[in-house]
């Protein structure tokens, strides 16, 4: 996924995996999004579809990601739980397995999302930012359901999640697929533009080169999202698809797909 550029922007995808590696300031992290702990119940409670339980997969699989990658701190870019308001007790259970497992030298930084409630009332030992997010180091972080903060868009690279952005594959015989993806590119100026909280953000009303975008593909690969090739399509966060006019898709492996609006 270029990885040239990537080590410029101090941000690197881990192959195969909806996380990528990332040096804010002085720490390495491992950033992912849309965990969605508990999201089994949630489709119980919500639609009546019964659905085993994935907790020990997904913990396993980030604890093994953890391991493998080594950070400092873990940065979840919003929706690291699903009910919205006070966590059930799965999710709740959940959660608080998952990180009584962790490395406890692990900190915890939770971009809150729209699904995180009132996270912060009863998980410990973590540093909250909000929705709107900030910059850690050079990286921009926020979740990506409302505007990003201007200090977020000072960034080097901005990175969110919120959008599960997948790409439907269809092969010769006429069968499809659905596989999740990073979006990659540079923010178009045009939608933030006219926004007045951003009237201080230097690059967009100079010469200077806007940041880099990057879309986090959902941890937590049973959520569906957004399917970025398939006309129609509305997104969620309020300023794309018009903020990334000219973004690449990419999948797990690294794969280039190239423009992910014409693919």
Same mark, same amino acid.
């Given at each position: =996924?270029?990885?040239?550029?990537?080590?410029?922007?101090?941000?690197?995808?881990?192959?195969?995996?909806?996380?990528?590696?990332?040096?804010?300031?002085?720490?390495?992290?491992?950033?992912?999004?849309?965990?969605?702990?508990?999201?089994?119940?949630?489709?119980?409670?919500?639609?009546?579809?019964?659905?085993?339980?994935?907790?020990?997969?997904?913990?396993?699989?980030?604890?093994?990601?953890?391991?493998?990658?080594?950070?400092?701190?873990?940065?979840?870019?919003?929706?690291? =739980?699903?009910?919205?308001?006070?966590?059930?007790?799965?999710?709740?259970?959940?959660?608080?397995?998952?990180?009584?497992?962790?490395?406890?030298?692990?900190?915890?930084?939770?971009?809150?999302?729209?699904?995180?409630?009132?996270?912060?009332?009863?998980?410990?030992?973590?540093?909250?930012?909000?929705?709107?997010?900030?910059?850690?180091?050079?990286?921009?972080?926020?979740?990506?359901?409302?505007?990003?903060?201007?200090?977020?868009?000072?960034?080097?690279?901005?990175?969110?999640?919120?959008?599960?952005?997948?790409?439907?594959?269809?092969?010769?015989?006429?069968?499809?697929?659905?596989?999740?993806?990073?979006?990659?590119?540079?923010?178009?100026?045009?939608?933030?533009?006219?926004?007045?909280?951003?009237?201080?953000?230097?690059?967009?009303?100079?010469?200077?080169t806007p940041p880099r975008l990057v879309v986090v593909p959902a941890f937590n690969g049973l959520v569906g999202g957004t399917w970025v090739n398939v006309p129609g399509q509305s997104f969620l966060s309020p300023f794309l698809p018009e903020g990334l006019a000219d973004?690449?898709?990419?999948?797990?492996?690294?794969?280039?797909?190239?423009?992910?609006?014409?693919?």
């Amino acid at each position: =996924m270029g990885s040239d550029a990537h080590r410029s922007l101090a941000v690197e995808p881990v192959p195969g995996e909806p996380a990528a590696v990332a040096t804010t300031g002085d720490e390495r992290a491992l950033l992912i999004a849309d965990y969605h702990a508990g999201y089994e119940a949630g489709l119980r409670y919500e639609r009546g579809v019964d659905v085993p339980s994935h907790a020990p997969d997904r913990r396993d699989r980030l604890l093994a990601l953890l391991e493998r990658t080594d950070p400092d701190r873990l940065v979840v870019l919003g929706d690291l =739980m699903h009910s919205i308001g006070d966590p059930g007790g799965a999710e709740r259970g959940e959660l608080e397995v998952l990180f009584e497992s962790a490395p406890p030298t692990l900190d915890l930084t939770v971009v809150k999302g729209n699904h995180d409630g009132g996270i912060e009332d009863w998980l410990e030992d973590a540093t909250f930012l909000p929705g709107a997010g900030t910059a850690l180091g050079s990286i921009g972080v926020c979740h990506g359901h409302t505007w990003p903060s201007p200090a977020a868009l000072e960034s080097e690279v901005l990175c969110l999640g919120h959008e599960h952005p997948c790409v439907r594959l269809e092969d010769e015989v006429g069968g499809s697929r659905v596989e999740r993806v990073w979006l990659r590119g540079r923010l178009d100026p045009g939608p933030f533009r006219e926004r007045p909280e951003y009237a201080d953000v230097s690059w967009l009303e100079s010469d200077e080169t806007p940041p880099r975008l990057v879309v986090v593909p959902a941890f937590n690969g049973l959520v569906g999202g957004t399917w970025v090739n398939v006309p129609g399509q509305s997104f969620l966060s309020p300023f794309l698809p018009e903020g990334l006019a000219d973004g690449e898709a990419y999948l797990l492996d690294g794969t280039r797909l190239g423009p992910y609006r014409s693919i």
